[in-house]
């Protein structure tokens, strides 16, 4: 059972910055990967960012290319989400999630891949 609690979430206004955390019961060394999904209200959940176990890169959906970075202090077992240049289109609820199963290195934004979610926190940004 991995358990992961999200914080970090809050308003802020447009073009603005927030740091989420995901701190994770038990990280998955070898084939799963770790990531934030976002869903807006009236609005399909969508991958924001995923990190692979390994040396391999991660990936971002094309929205928040060069403005979000995903990382992780394995010591404190802990998953990061940092947000710049923050728009009023990130407004949303953001969860992390972690598949251990390793599928996620093919498809790494079908969150029925993810079988473990945190309860999420809330970001939003105003105009």
């Known amino acids: 059972q991995v358990q992961l609690v999200e914080s970090g979430g809050g308003s802020v206004q447009t073009g603005g910055s927030l740091k989420l955390s995901c701190w994770v019961s038990?990280?998955?060394?070898?084939?799963?990967?770790m990531g934030w999904f976002r869903q807006a209200p009236e609005k399909a959940r969508e991958g924001v960012a995923v990190?692979?176990?390994?040396?391999?890169?991660?990936v971002y959906v094309d929205s928040v290319k060069g403005r979000f970075t995903i990382s992780q202090n394995t010591f404190a077992h802990t998953i990061y989400l940092e947000m710049n240049s923050l728009t009023p289109e990130d407004s949303a609820m953001y969860f992390c999630?972690?598949?251990?199963?390793?599928?996620?290195?093919?498809?790494?934004?079908?969150?029925?891949?993810?079988?473990?979610w945190g309860q999420g926190t809330q970001v939003t940004v105003s105009s």
């Open positions: 990190l692979y176990s390994g040396a391999r890169s991660p």
């Open positions: 038990t990280f998955t060394t070898r084939t799963g990967c």
């Open positions: 999630a972690a598949d251990i199963s390793g599928g996620c290195r093919l498809r790494p934004w079908d969150a029925t891949l993810y079988a473990y």
